[in-house]
């Protein structure tokens, strides 16, 4: 057998010699060199993958991109606006991004941030600068809730300083669209904030300098793509408030550069976090009532819709009716689910957020992004159901202001997974953590979701016991690339590298069909 890895690369990484792997693996003379034919073949899934995402950002780079050339007037006038001031995290994430702008080629860069570490900050000043250079910007979010509330705050920072900006959704009038697709094709617009519509083809830009995506995860590679295409090689920011674990995040995002938000701002308290049962959780209601007497709010999250008989689970629509006659008669309890339409939807976060309802019924529909700054107790009945990434990503949307917060965990589980999960919630706040022990409990493909199309199938590499293998194979396709980007020095890695991208595409084909 041919081994395409350089002789000298597999001395430096201490991997047997392929021809050896492959033998081993099927009559291993012990554990031992078991588990070093696993390593080597294990090591080759991952160095492939690495190998091939470097290989995409490098022909990324090689595209001409738009420089920035702004004095940074506008973002001082902005930083002077500001009612606060960056974290220290947000100016080193900044620094990254502009200078990253600033460069002839363009930018691929994804922000994480935990939950109310100031994302959107970084985004406008990226924005600003972008602007300024006499670029247009297009912010692109997955709901028309979020993209409403986007477009309400960045609007409110930014139109003082004269700039121009709009909202483009689904539910946008046609003569609305219209008018703002004349004012972006002409130039006039700067900004343009919206969901998938963004991407239709009558959206034209007159100079597509900056795409921004919130919750990137929630979109498609070949949405993303069609957005940036709307321009020359924009420069294109990716964000999402899940934290990723650094191994989930060089698989699936290793041709980007990764920014970490991992600072809050000063002035936050911790979440109050506690497990209840079925039978303590009249004190949970007992919180609720002190919490909404002093003026405050309330959510309480719910895993269905409505009732199943094969899930004993409590659904949205009959708890909101038990909830409002008969546990809190004298307050507006309101409802919020995934099916109900944007307009209904924005009306329910309008009603709450405006204190018309001080008590709000959902389903996970408010995972994501709703800011409510008086919402101090969440509620999560059945919590046993979510893994630990959403339930702290639920336990986000309390804890937004200043005034000490509450997330409760309603469950009667008596799994000792659930136990573990609920110990690490009480005890910890810090997102990262929470994604990695996550990942750990229970591996990647349920912290992702079975929707998540993108994470590659492996044979033999495990992401959770394999991460120090996984750094190494990266280490390696890093060398590989320094030496020669092209893979002309080594023709039989660079055929293996086309077959095994051949095999993936097909398998996403097969898993499509």
Same mark, same amino acid.
């Given at each position: 057998?041919?081994?395409?890895?350089?002789?000298?690369?597999?001395?430096?990484?201490?991997?047997?010699?392929?021809?050896?792997?492959?033998?081993?693996?099927?009559?291993?003379?012990?554990?031992?060199?078991?588990?070093?034919?696993?390593?080597?073949?294990?090591?080759?899934?991952?160095?492939?993958?690495?190998?091939?995402?470097?290989?995409?950002?490098?022909?990324?780079?090689?595209?001409?991109?738009?420089?920035?050339?702004?004095?940074?007037? @506008?973002?001082?006038?902005?930083?002077?606006?500001?009612?606060? +001031?960056? %974290?220290?995290?947000? $100016? =080193?994430? /900044?620094? !990254?991004?502009?200078?990253?702008?600033?460069?002839?080629?363009?930018?691929?860069?994804?922000?994480?941030?935990?939950?109310?570490?100031?994302?959107?900050?970084?985004?406008?000043?990226?924005?600003?600068?972008?602007?300024?250079?006499?670029?247009?910007?297009?912010?692109?979010?997955?709901?028309?809730?979020?993209?409403?509330?986007?477009?309400?705050?960045?609007?409110?920072?930014?139109?003082? @300083?004269?700039?121009?900006?709009?909202?483009?959704?689904?539910? +946008?009038? %046609?003569?609305?669209? $219209? =008018?703002? /697709?004349? !004012?972006?094709?002409?130039?006039?617009?700067?900004?343009?904030?919206?969901?998938?519509?963004?991407?239709?083809?009558?959206?034209?830009?007159?100079?597509?300098?900056?795409?921004?995506?919130?919750?990137?995860?929630?979109?498609?590679?070949?949405?993303?793509?069609?957005?940036?295409?709307?321009?020359?090689?924009?420069?294109?920011?990716?964000?999402?408030?899940?934290?990723?674990?650094?191994? @989930?995040?060089?698989?699936?995002?290793?041709?980007?550069?990764?920014?970490?938000?991992?600072?809050?701002?000063?002035?936050?308290?911790?979440?109050?976090?506690?497990?209840?049962?079925?039978?303590?959780?009249?004190?949970?209601?007992?919180?609720?009532?002190?919490?909404?007497?002093?003026?405050?709010?309330?959510?309480?999250?719910?895993?269905?819709?409505?009732?199943?008989?094969?899930?004993?689970?409590?659904?949205?629509?009959?708890?909101?009716?038990?909830?409002?006659?008969?546990?809190?008669?004298?307050?507006?309890?309101? @409802?919020?689910?995934?099916?109900?339409?944007?307009?209904?939807?924005?009306?329910?976060?309008?009603?709450?957020?405006?204190?018309?309802?001080?008590?709000?019924?959902?389903?996970?529909?408010?995972?994501?992004?709703?800011?409510?700054?008086?919402?101090?107790?969440?509620?999560?009945?059945?919590?046993?159901?979510?893994?630990?990434?959403?339930?702290?990503?639920?336990?986000?949307?309390?804890?937004?202001?200043?005034?000490?917060?509450?997330?409760?965990?309603?469950?009667?589980?008596?799994?000792?997974?659930?136990?573990?999960?609920?110990?690490?919630?009480?005890?910890?706040?810090?997102?990262?953590?929470?994604?990695?022990?996550?990942?750990?409990?229970?591996?990647?493909?349920?912290?992702?979701?079975?929707?998540?199309?993108?994470?590659?199938?492996?044979?033999?590499?495990?992401?959770?016991?394999?991460?120090?293998?996984?750094?190494?194979?990266?280490?390696?396709?890093?060398?590989?690339?320094?030496?020669?980007?092209?893979?002309?020095?080594?023709?039989?890695?660079?055929?293996?590298?086309?077959?095994?991208?051949?095999?993936?595409?097909?398998?996403?084909?097969?898993?499509?069909?």
């Amino acid at each position: 057998m041919i081994d395409p890895l350089p002789k000298k690369l597999r001395s430096r990484f201490e991997l047997l010699d392929l021809e050896r792997a492959i033998a081993d693996i099927h009559f291993p003379p012990n554990s031992d060199r078991l588990e070093r034919a696993r390593r080597r073949l294990a090591f080759d899934e991952f160095f492939y993958l690495q190998l091939g995402l470097l290989q995409r950002r490098y022909s990324m780079q090689q595209q001409p991109g738009y420089p920035l050339t702004a004095s940074r007037k @506008l973002l001082e006038q902005f930083y002077q606006r500001l009612p606060f +001031t960056l %974290t220290q995290a947000q $100016r =080193r994430v /900044l620094g !990254e991004i502009l200078s990253d702008m600033e460069q002839p080629t363009p930018m691929n860069r994804l922000v994480q941030g935990d939950v109310g570490a100031g994302k959107t900050v970084v985004a406008v000043v990226a924005m600003l600068a972008a602007i300024e250079s006499g670029y247009q910007v297009a912010l692109m979010a997955p709901t028309e809730v979020l993209a409403q509330q986007h477009f309400c705050k960045i609007s409110a920072w930014i139109e003082p @300083l004269g700039i121009s900006t709009a909202l483009l959704t689904g539910s +946008t009038s %046609t003569r609305e669209r $219209r =008018r703002i /697709l004349q !004012e972006l094709e002409s130039g006039k617009l700067s900004l343009l904030v919206g969901t998938h519509a963004l991407i239709q083809t009558p959206v034209r830009f007159k100079h597509l300098g900056l795409v921004v995506i919130d919750e990137q995860h929630r979109f498609g590679v070949s949405q993303r793509l069609r957005l940036s295409q709307k321009g020359i090689s924009p420069h294109f920011l990716t964000m999402t408030a899940t934290p990723i674990p650094r191994t @989930l995040a060089l698989t699936l995002h290793g041709d980007l550069e990764i920014s970490l938000l991992d600072e809050l701002p000063p002035g936050r308290q911790p979440i109050e976090t506690k497990r209840l049962t079925s039978l303590t959780r009249h004190k949970a209601y007992r919180l609720i009532a002190r919490e909404v007497e002093q003026g405050h709010l309330a959510y309480i999250i719910l895993p269905l819709v409505e009732a199943s008989e094969k899930l004993e689970l409590k659904a949205a629509l009959e708890e909101r009716q038990y909830l409002s006659e008969t546990v809190f008669p004298n307050y507006k309890v309101g @409802l919020l689910h995934g099916r109900m339409s944007s307009a209904e939807k924005e009306k329910a976060i309008a009603l709450f957020a405006n204190h018309q309802t001080r008590i709000l019924v959902s389903t996970t529909a408010i995972e994501v992004g709703i800011d409510v700054p008086d919402a101090t107790v969440m509620l999560i009945e059945h919590a046993e159901r979510f893994g630990l990434s959403q339930l702290h990503q639920l336990r986000g949307r309390v804890g937004r202001g200043s005034r000490k917060s509450y997330c409760l965990l309603v469950s009667d589980s008596k799994s000792d997974a659930a136990k573990i999960r609920f110990k690490v919630m009480e005890t910890s706040q810090d997102g990262f953590f929470l994604a990695e022990m996550d990942l750990r409990l229970r591996g990647p493909g349920q912290v992702l979701g079975t929707q998540q199309v993108g994470l590659p199938e492996f044979s033999l590499a495990d992401l959770v016991k394999d991460q120090a293998l996984l750094e190494r194979a990266r280490e390696a396709a890093q060398l590989v690339m320094r030496k020669d980007p092209t893979l002309e020095r080594w023709p039989e890695l660079l055929q293996e590298l086309s077959r095994r991208q051949q095999f993936n595409k097909l398998d996403a084909l097969a898993a499509l069909n």
